[in-house]
Each structure stands twice: as C-alpha cells, then as structure tokens.
C-alpha cells in the first residue's frame, strides 16, 4: 500500500464532472478519481476549514462512530474493476479491526474528517496512476501503459477502459496543478 495526499478537486471544464485527486506522499504519481459534487463538496468544506450550520452526511457518520467507540485508522482505495473504484474504511471497534466497503468518495470524506491516513493498493496505482510532464502539465505515459508490474502485458480491453481515464484528465485546466498555496 502506498500512503496517498489529496491534492486538489478538480472540475473538468468540458462536463463540470468532480475529480479528487489524489498524490503519493513520497513520490510524484498521481491518482485521479471521480466523485459526485456531493462528495466534492462535503471534501472541500473539510480541507478549506468552512463551518456549516448543520451536519453533513460524513459528519454524522464520524459523529456515529465516535458515539459507538469505533475509530477510524486508515482508508484504502483497495481496487479499480470496470472504471469503478472501490475503497475500504478500517475501523478499530473495541480493541478488533473491522473493515466497511466503501465508495472512496465516502471514505474520502470521512478520512479529512477524522485526520486518517490514506493509502491505494498498488495495482490501483498501476492501472490509473499518471505522471505529469513537468512543462505541459499533461498526463505523459507510465510503465504500466504497456506492461503491469508483474511482466504481464497489459490487454488490449484493458488499454482502452483505461483511456477514458486519461481523456478525462486531458479535459482539466492543469496549470496550477503542482502550486500550493502558502
């Protein structure tokens, strides 16, 4: 597992479709993600400090496991099957671990909201992790576009599932993608 930041949510300007995305904190990959504006929304009201006069989904849920003694130890986007990903949120009930499916969006949420660390198998990372050309701001071709980690080579099926991801990504106003505001 690689632990993972979020970066940015973005929104494509050709469909106003959200993407969170994600970065490996020791490296330079990135894992974009779409998630609905609901979840984007309830994200960024976390990662921007904004109070809201009632709680959101994700707040009562943190709220939920606080009441029941459940804590919240890490998230994992855990797979990536038919262009959906999947996550699982680890919780530690009463001294035992206890894993709960998840949309990654939920657990997104969830995870800026307890402070948890976020981590993605590194299959997901294989199959739709990108490198950014550090001039262009655009997605340049990674290793794992013509062969899987295993020295398997990757199918044809799977190389053109795989290309609305990158068609996605060519569609977001990248230019300040790596500047950080202080």
């Known amino acids: ?9 973005r929104v494509s300007l050709m469909n106003y479709q959200r993407v969170v995305i994600l970065k490996e904190k020791m490296a330079e990959r990135y894992l974009p993600i779409w998630i609905g504006p609901a979840e984007a929304d309830a994200i960024a009201v976390r990662l921007q400090g904004v109070t809201v006069p009632r709680p959101l989904t994700h707040d009562l849920l943190h709220s939920a496991l606080d009441a029941l003694g459940a804590t ?8 990536l099957k038919n262009d959906t ?10 001294g035992r671990q206890m894993e ?20 993605a198998e590194e299959i997901v990372l294989d199959k739709a992790g990108i490198l950014l050309d550090k001039e262009t701001g655009k997605p340049v071709p990674q290793e794992s576009e013509t062969g899987s980690s295993d ?28 500047k950080r505001k202080s």
Do not use: H, W
């Open 100 to 119: 709960l499916d998840s949309r990654p969006s939920d657990a997104l949420a969830l995870a800026v909201r307890v402070e948890a660390p976020i981590y």
């Open 1 to 9: 597992m690689i632990e993972m930041t979020i970066d940015s949510i």
């Open 72 to 79: 919240v130890n890490s998230i994992i986007v855990s797979d």
């Open 151 to 178: 020295g398997k080579a990757v199918s044809e099926d799977d190389m053109k599932r795989m290309s609305a991801f990158y068609d996605f990504i060519n569609t977001l106003d990248l230019e300040d993608f790596d």
């Open 85 to 94: 990903f999947y996550a699982r949120i680890i919780l530690d009930v009463d």
